[in-house]
Nanobody, 115 residues
Framework: QVHVVESGGGLVQPGGSLRLSCTSSKTIASATIMGWHRQAPGKEREMVALLGNNGGTVYEHSVKGRFIISRDNEKDTVYLEMNEIKAEDAAVYYC?????????WGQGTQVTVSA
């Protein structure tokens, strides 16, 4: 079993920035797809950003140009840099790491947006 842990959530004002981090008990360097997803109250979980092992990225339309997914193999961490945060970005953010055919979720980190 692979243990995935998110961190970095918190309270942020509209227009502010946060950086979420995702670590794993299995090295990030061997992950084939790394992703951030979010779930707001009363809504289904949705994909926010994906990063492939080849460096390719996919973003949900509403976060394009504001969020950046990246990884640091030396620090064994996947990041989600969130800029120009909006009220609608408030949610629990989950990291998902795929190693071959199996993928693993973390427990999530809460992002609250309030002035």
């Amino acid at each position: 079993q692979v243990h995935v842990v998110e961190s970095g959530g918190g309270l942020v004002q509209p227009g502010g920035s946060l950086r979420l981090s995702c670590t794993s008990s299995k090295t990030i360097a061997s992950a084939t797809i790394m992703g951030w997803h979010r779930q707001a109250p009363g809504k289904e979980r949705e994909m926010v950003a994906l990063l492939g092992n080849n460096g390719g990225t996919v973003y949900e339309h509403s976060v394009k140009g504001r969020f950046i997914i990246s990884r640091d193999n030396e620090k064994d961490t996947v990041y989600l840099e969130m800029n120009e945060i909006k009220a609608e970005d408030a949610a629990v953010y989950y990291c998902n790491l795929a190693y071959g055919e199996r993928s693993y979720w973390g427990q999530g980190t809460q992002v609250t947006v309030s002035a």
